[in-house]
């Protein structure tokens, strides 16, 4: 469990105005070190202009966001300094090593050695490919060097725009992975922004869903399914029709899924249904919990708007 002394990103009732139109309204968040946090939300929900706003390429209208404590208001070079950002695809001079791509970016930070530019490579599984031109690089490949190029400063937040994005299934495996395993040995906070819902659902801890320019979910991913207040579930019976009758006249709402029935229902309820059925002489083959997927909640969130 993540203690609040370990708070590496908070934005704090975060607004922005453009004009008299308000895109984000009030917005309140934080993010841990360690911990990958994935924001997601429809087209206009207001997640790039939030990022910009973390990032220091747009003003804030009001509120404040803090990076270990320190505000981008008001103390942006100290703030700055502990972020690492890519927005969609890495910027990187084709031309050039992987190796002098990173050694020119580190001239614009003052103490980073060969030494870490090394430990940097190995974390991203570059150690092979470090010294070819970056122009023979794979998609991958470079935004895995622009992952490391975002960290070779050591900063304490890590924001990714789309860090998957054009990359094949297997590219979006190696991205995910290393993405995973860099928060946990960098103790970096980690902050996504991506429209590919089931590769936030494997890669992070928590995510955050933002409609309209305010957050109107945030979550645990992995929250363990006996912890959630209300369950679907599948029943298997012998008698399906009159069980559904049984059910609707109890107050269920009950769909028929490939030949069984579904319900949603608190935990607890699960055994009295099936003393109830039982009692009414209705053989039962099987009960099973049905997982919500991501991409559910978020279509019965936002009431199926596009992501993007």
Request: hydrophobic share 40%; net charge neutral.
């Amino acid at each position: 469990m993540f203690l609040l002394s370990e708070v590496a990103l908070e934005l704090s009732s975060v607004k922005k105005k453009i004009g008299k139109k308000e895109i984000i309204k009030g917005l309140d968040l934080s993010i841990n070190k360690g911990e990958v946090y994935g924001f997601i939300g429809p087209n206009g929900a207001g997640k790039t202009t939030t990022i910009r706003m973390i990032v220091g390429l747009m003003k804030l209208t009001s509120g404040d966001v803090k990076i270990l404590g320190k505000s981008i208001q008001t103390e942006y070079k100290s703030a700055a300094r502990n972020i690492g950002a890519i927005v969609e695809n890495p910027e990187l001079y084709p031309f050039l090593t992987g190796w002098k791509n990173l050694k020119h970016y580190a001239r614009m930070y003052d103490g980073i050695s060969n030494e870490r530019i090394k430990e940097v490579v190995s974390l991203v599984g570059l150690d092979r490919a470090i010294h070819d031109k970056v122009g023979k690089y794979s998609l991958g490949m470079r935004q895995r060097l622009g992952i490391a190029q975002a960290i070779l400063h050591k900063p304490a937040v890590l924001i990714l725009d789309e860090p998957t994005n054009g990359l094949d299934p297997a590219g979006i495996r190696e991205i995910r992975d290393y993405i995973r395993d860099l928060a946990k040995k960098e103790n970096v906070a980690v902050m996504i922004s991506s429209h590919l819902l089931s590769e936030i659902e494997l890669m992070c801890d928590r995510i955050g869903i933002i409609q309209q320019g305010q957050l109107i979910k945030e979550s645990s991913v992995h929250v363990d399914d006996s912890e959630a207040l209300k369950l679907k579930v599948l029943i298997d019976v012998q008698e399906s029709e009159r069980t559904e009758t049984l059910l609707k006249g109890r107050g269920y709402i009950v769909k028929t899924e490939a030949g069984k029935l579904m319900l949603e229902l608190e935990r607890q309820e699960i055994p009295v249904i099936v003393k109830q059925l039982v009692d009414e002489g209705i053989e039962i083959y099987g009960i099973t919990p049905v997982k919500v997927t991501l991409e559910e909640q978020f279509l019965e969130l936002t009431g199926g708007n596009v992501i993007g």
